[in-house]
């Protein structure tokens, strides 16, 4: 396995990655590729990019694993997590990825978990380049998956009252309001181990604000005729399971969508063999890495 890490340029800030190359790849052979997205606040040290990462080399494919802006090792304001830039960062990615000499540039797929699979699946929807889409956990419609996560009546106020102090703050203050990481997405206690380490755990209100109005479900019908593979635990503790099941009524075909009974919210950090099968009959059949 031939590692680098490399340093790609969005929106006049430096995004630090890391390009894994499978052993076997020759001297001039070009193969597909994946970016590997991580989730909310996270970085490419995460479970949740290893895995995929691990399994996709494993398999062929030249992979790409990044910080977006504000997270991790990349530059940006730390903690800044803006849906439509993280779009950025993954269009700007696809665009450097292109030019690596072991990567062929019309075969760069995207796979995401939790954020990350929804910003996958916006990406898709909005870049013809992208060639394949998987998401893991995922979501179509910010303000349905927040009524998901702040289910009581109770909640939901405490919630909405935060993106509205958050809106009068900075209107009075000119700054951020930060708000505490469970305060936008609720983990149960004991799924939190699965972070990465330095995951970021205080965010301005403005990111709760952009979650709430990314609506993949707009465009996730124009990755089509693209692959598109969904992955949901079937009783997710964090990212309600319907996001997924409406994405993929949405979808057009090829599309997938797999349910998982024996794993929870972090399907890739759990190393879920099921999980695994599934992936590698679906890259077999529809974007091979060869």
């Not at 590692?3 to 894994?20: D, F, H, M, N, Q």
């Not at 889409?133 to 939901?156: A, C, L, M, T, Y």
């Amino acid at each position: 396995m031939l590692e680098a890490t490399v340093t790609i340029p969005s929106a006049g800030l430096k995004l630090a990655g890391t390009v894994r190359v499978p052993d076997g790849v020759q001297a001039g052979e070009k193969r597909a590729a994946f970016l590997v997205l991580h989730g909310f606040g996270s970085n490419r040290n995460s479970g949740n990019v290893k895995g995929p990462s691990k399994v996709l080399n494993d398999l062929g494919y030249v992979t790409l694993g990044f910080d977006m802006r504000g997270c991790g090792d990349s530059e940006g304001e730390f903690g800044r997590v803006i849906c439509l830039e993280q779009v950025e960062d993954t269009s700007n990615a696809l665009s450097f990825l292109q030019k690596h000499p072991a990567v062929h540039p019309d075969r760069i797929a995207v796979v995401g978990s939790s954020f990350g699979g929804a910003v996958a699946v916006y990406a898709g929807g909005v870049d013809a380049r992208v060639a394949a889409v998987i998401s893991n956990g995922g979501w179509g419609d910010g303000e349905r998956k927040f009524r998901g996560q702040h289910k009581s009546p109770e909640e939901w106020a405490r919630f909405t009252k935060m993106l509205a102090d958050g809106r009068e703050h900075r209107a009075r203050t000119g700054k951020s309001l930060m708000v505490p990481r469970y305060d936008i997405v609720p983990i149960p206690p004991h799924l939190r181990t699965n972070l990465a380490q330095n995951s970021i755990h205080e965010f301005p209100a403005e990111t709760a604000q952009s979650m709430f109005d990314f609506r993949a479900d707009d465009v996730v019908g124009k990755i089509a005729p693209r692959p598109l593979l969904l992955i949901h635990a079937s009783n997710d503790s964090v990212t309600p399971t319907e996001q997924s099941v409406a994405l993929f009524k949405r979808a057009g075909q090829p599309a997938e969508l797999h349910l998982f009974s024996d794993a929870n919210h972090f399907l890739f950090a759990e190393d879920n063999a099921r999980v695994w099968g599934v992936m590698r009959d679906w890259l077999s059949k529809y974007f091979p890495a060869r």
